[in-house]
């Protein structure tokens, strides 16, 4: 078969090539790839950034944000072959450490979990993919293709959660919630969110085009510019943009007892403000930052369950390019109207 597969921390190394068939112990069920959507991590690992290959190999096939078709769910599964299913990016570390023991795989504590696509375990850019029934997530089916979005929505279902987590040291009723950067995850954030009755705001540096649409067409509230210039202090920033100068940004904006929740994996910027005068002001505040990464099974199950009761014109909005497998070069580059790109291996 044919896998999309790169040298990890060797930038250039991706290449479209032959590569064998997935094996048995990979997991007893044998799924078909339907599509793979591409995140910038899938772009950071490609630089030679980030990303780790199997132990003993040399290569990673990349892709975590799967959406396949069961070829033969095997003997353990209550799968059926035709079903619409996406695969769970990480697994628990085998010492386990505590959390990952009681399967919150997604905040374990000594760093050594897998996942699939970027950390030591193949991913989901093959023609076929293997994976362990108790990894799988089957999708409602007439989501179709929109079934790839399902990684990404976990993602802002944990980050959500952990902010309602939060909130709940204290009374609370926030009433105005603020996404920084309207690429995928801010527009998957904006959208779960607004499940949740709160006033969301998105912001991102385009002035026009499907970014504000689709904030808008969403109920939510659109602005440019800088985060310093809202006319409000927002209760809750969900910060998808992992830029230094935005982070600063939503620090200094946001309101008494309000929560940042940090989702964006960013390097660099420019501190501005002396640390203890921004620690003072989270004090005087009572201002929590919290980082959230990866989702567990909780979170899987939720996110299966909104994108499923989603606006399948909104959300179909959001894929904005389809490429084949030998084009992945252009999957990977970011072009100005992109928001979701996705690799496309067969049809739905
Ligand atoms: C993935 C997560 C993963 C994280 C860190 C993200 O792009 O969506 O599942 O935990 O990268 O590797």
């Not at 490609?46 to 975590?64: C, Q, R, T």
């Not at 705001?201 to 109920?219: A, I, Q, S």
Request: aromatic letters at 6%; proline letters at 6%; charged letters at 25%.
């Amino acid at each position: 078969m044919k896998a999309i597969t790169v040298e990890p921390k060797k930038p250039g190394s991706a290449r479209y090539e032959d590569f064998p068939e997935p094996e048995v112990g990979e997991g007893s069920v044998l799924v078909e790839a339907v599509a793979v959507g591409v995140c910038g991590t899938d772009v950071e690992i490609v630089e030679g950034k980030y990303g780790w290959a199997p132990p003993g190999k040399k290569s990673l096939v990349l892709g975590h944000e799967s959406l396949g078709r069961v070829i033969d769910p095997g003997p353990n599964s209550s799968l059926k072959k035709g079903d619409l299913v996406v695969g769970i990016v990480r697994r628990p570390d085998p010492v386990p450490c505590p959390n990952c023991a009681v399967g919150e795989w997604d905040m374990c504590r000594n760093g050594q979990y897998t996942e699939r696509g970027i950390k030591e375990i193949h991913g989901f850019m093959s023609e076929r993919w293997r994976i362990e029934p108790e990894y799988v997530i089957k999708v409602d089916p007439s989501l179709g293709i929109l079934g790839v979005l399902l990684e990404p929505t976990t993602v802002v279902t944990k980050a959500l959660e952990q902010v309602v987590a939060v909130g709940q040291r204290a009374f609370w009723e926030p009433e105005t919630l603020l996404v920084t950067g309207a690429g995928p995850i801010g527009l998957l954030a904006a959208f779960v969110a607004s499940l949740r009755g709160i006033e969301v705001h998105v912001l991102d540096r385009v002035e026009t085009g499907l970014k504000p649409e689709l904030v808008r067409d969403l109920g939510a509230i659109y602005h440019s510019g800088s985060v310093l210039d809202l006319g409000f202090e927002p209760d809750v920033i969900i910060e998808c943009t992992g830029v230094g100068s935005v982070i600063a940004d939503a620090i200094q904006k946001i309101g008494a007892g309000g929560i940042i929740c940090l989702t964006g994996v960013g390097t660099g910027g420019v501190a501005s403000r002396a640390v203890a005068d921004v620690a003072a002001a989270a004090v005087l505040k009572n201002n929590v930052i919290v980082g959230s990464v990866n989702a567990n099974k909780r979170h899987w199950y939720k996110a299966a369950k909104a994108l499923a009761n989603a606006d399948r014109k909104w959300m179909g909005r959001l894929i904005t390019r389809r490429e084949k497998p030998e084009n992945f070069k252009q999957a990977l580059e970011r072009k100005p109207d992109d928001i979701k790109v996705i690799i496309q291996f067969s049809d739905i």
